[in-house]
């Protein structure tokens, strides 16, 4: 399966992974509690890395010819964007909450912008830049709506530096990314698996490294389930989604678009009986301000 429209695939694509992340967000903060970053992060990666395997084997797609630094790019991509970069979330997930994590996350495209300019020649049109700074004002005003701290102090500190890791190393695993995706004419399916298998192997050397990682967990077909349909949502079309973004659209705007989560967070949490400021509204009101100028 692959995306082949003929305009704004990338920037669906990328909305759509921003939904499914905004799902499982919530699910891995639960989680958070149960399992260690390490091991969620390396449980979901080979969840994800089978459903990968058995989706290639039914659909026969071939590698084709792919020069080896293309795919040496891909690695080193998965490493610091999935490997460092998803461990660093969840540590901050647990340290921050879901909502200040987000709000840390929304670094990520200006950061992807700077270093697409300055590596992959990448520029936007003005209209754009304002469109990638409407979305992060109105993401982060929804985030920041509730900012009252709680909770140990050096704890907090511990988040923010975790938060700063991951939002620059998902920015840096981008742009490799999409260099290697614009360079090889690779398929979304294969780079994905390339950076997951990358990022959980370099998740398996950090567990093996530190042996207190590897806590007690009370495993029960209940959590098991969870795990697996949480990875195949976020991890497996997730990334999948992403990379597809990234190859069919510039690595600001991809990144800016998937960093739109917390908006899709607020019809779920309105569902579930949450009050709705008007503060949310408005934010909402401006970051789809920002969407349509990147449409445009």
Known sequence: MEFYSDRFTGELAALAAAALWAISSAIYSLLGQKIPPLSLNFLKGLVAIALLGFTLGLSQQSLGNVDKISVFILLTSGAIGIGIGDTAYFAALNRLGPRKTLLLETLAPPISAILAMVFLDESLKIQAYCGILLTILGVAWVISERTIETGDRSNWRAGIFWGLVAATSQASGAVLSRHALLESGMSSLWSTLFRLLAGTGIVFAIMAFRHRETVSI???????????????????????????ALKFSPVGIAQTLTSTSPLFVLPIAAMMGDRIGVRSILGVAIALAGIWLLFR
């Open 218 to 244: 009370a495993w029960s077909p209940r959590l098991i389930g969870i795990i697996v349909l949480t990875a195949f949502g976020s991890t497996y079309l997730g990334i999948w989604l992403q990379q597809t």
